[in-house]
């Protein structure tokens, strides 16, 4: 019931004062050899130093792993770091070049991947 009020008196408030609630739009972040769009949750990779140093931005941007859903690593890339994905508990979706011909240890830990997709 607390709550219901609560709620009502803050609509009115909204209201009475103008104030609008409007969506966030979408944000694309991005670092050495990666970038990010926050509305898709695609996180496309560049260059080799894009799976190990993604995550380092981590600290300044406010994406978090979890917002991670689909990765695309770009041709040309031909490693993926150890680790690189791990954690990234909504990832389920990968796409890894032919030009890809190492993958570190436990770089998909973690993650529920079920689409791997290999370009011809």
């Known amino acids: ?65 979890d917002d991670v859903r689909t990765v695309i690593i770009q041709s040309g890339v031909t490693s993926i770091g150890r680790g690189a994905f791990w954690g990234c508990m909504s990832l389920t979706s990968i796409t890894i070049p032919n030009s890809v011909t190492s993958i570190g240890g436990g770089a998909f830990r973690g993650s529920r991947l079920t689409s791997i997709t290999i370009p011809t």
């Open 1 to 65: 019931m607390k709550k219901r009020i609560l709620a009502g008196l803050i609509a009115v408030v909204m209201v009475v004062s103008g104030i609008s609630v409007v969506p966030v739009s979408a944000q694309v972040f991005s670092g050495d050899g990666w970038s990010f769009d926050s509305e898709t949750g695609t996180l496309t990779v560049t260059t080799n130093e894009g799976t190990r140093n993604w995550h380092t931005g981590r600290d300044t941007v406010t994406f978090m792993f």
